[in-house]
């Protein structure tokens, strides 16, 4: 199996994603943020990378007119 390397940026924003996973809470980009201590702007480069990596998922709010933003959700590292 192969590992995926992670700049030490990503690994942080993987590890808040999943933070807030396990507390409950839903992994939007404002949370995520706030979990790191980056801006939003700041976000968007390790999102996409980590989404093209395979190791978060980006869903888009399920109900119409209730549209909070995206949000990214882990997935399990091999």
């Known amino acids: 199996m192969q590992q995926v390397q992670l700049s030490d940026v990503e690994a942080?924003?993987?590890d808040a994603v999943a933070t807030l996973e396990a507390r409950g809470q839903v992994p939007y980009p404002d949370l995520i943020a706030e979990?790191?201590?980056m801006?939003?702007?700041q976000l968007h480069a390790p999102?996409?990378?980590l989404?093209?990596?395979n190791l978060l998922h980006?869903?888009?709010s399920p109900m119409a007119g209730l549209d909070f933003?995206?949000?990214f959700c882990?997935?399990?590292m091999a």
């Open 47 to 49: 999102l996409h990378q």
């Open 69 to 71: 933003g995206p949000r």
């Open 35 to 37: 979990e790191t201590g």
């Open 12 to 14: 942080r924003v993987y």
């Open 39 to 41: 801006t939003e702007d």
């Open 74 to 76: 882990a997935r399990q």
């Open 51 to 53: 989404t093209e990596k």
């Open 58 to 60: 980006r869903e888009d």
